[in-house]
């Protein structure tokens, strides 16, 4: 079955600590995208990618970092400059530039 | 800026219709999505319009007045299902990103 797949659903992070979160695609989309989402609020744009080897900043990308070294990957690390990463991270993909995003199930970020 | 503006909440009975309003202001508009995300899930993609006028799938309608900068999702026969919230989303260009709005809650009561 084609889909998009985030790992770990649940991860904590220790202060200073930088984590990763992991997102594969096997679609064959083109671009791919990090979101956050914090309580009953709407989705942020940290970074998007609409190419192998090339990446965007979005609204939010202070204390993130991405790499796109292949299609189907599109790993978010979280670093200790990000001070509030507490959150719901989603990631999302979609074919060329199209409207309709795709997303994977979520990954909780907590800092213990 | 960029904003949209969506109710934070809406509460309706099953069975009936109700309207989630999203007004935008963006640099650019390609078009206006609309996602619903139930508790805890991902979001799950509903309609597009990037031209006026009504686009209907089964339940669920999508409307967009550009000249407005104005949109709306309609629901009809509502279900309990239906509970979720309700993201409407700017695509300021072809090659850009989505924008998404606050969310809006939808409790479809018995």
């Known amino acids: 079955d084609g889909g998009i797949t985030q790992s770990p659903k649940y991860l904590f992070r220790k202060e200073g600590q930088n984590v990763t979160l992991s997102c594969e695609q096997n679609l064959n989309h083109d671009a791919m995208y990090w979101y956050r989402q914090d309580p009953g609020q709407g989705l942020r744009l940290i970074y998007y990618?609409?190419?192998?080897?090339?990446?965007q900043k979005g609204d939010i990308a202070e204390g993130y970092s991405v790499s796109r070294e292949k299609k189907e990957s599109f790993p978010l690390t979280v670093t200790s400059a990000q001070k509030n990463p507490t959150a719901f991270y989603l990631c999302?993909?979609?074919?060329?530039?199209?409207?309709?995003?795709?997303f994977g199930s979520g990954t909780q970020l907590s800092v213990l | 800026g960029q904003s949209l503006e969506q109710p934070s909440e809406v509460t309706a009975v099953e069975g009936a219709i109700v309207q989630i309003n999203c007004t935008y202001q963006t640099s650019g508009f390609y078009g206006l999505s609309w996602y619903q995300q139930h508790d805890g899930g991902a979001p799950t993609f509903l309609s597009y319009n990037g031209l006026d006028g009504l686009e209907e799938t089964g339940r669920f309608s999508s409307f967009l007045s550009r000249s407005d900068s104005y949109g709306y999702l309609l629901l009809q026969e509502l279900q309990m299902k239906d509970s979720a919230s309700y993201f409407c989303a700017v695509k300021e260009n072809q090659g850009g990103k989505l924008i998404f709005g606050q969310g809006t809650e939808l409790s479809v009561k018995p």
């Open positions: 999302a993909s979609s074919k060329d530039s199209h409207v309709e995003l795709f």
């Open positions: 990618s609409q190419i192998v080897n090339d990446f």
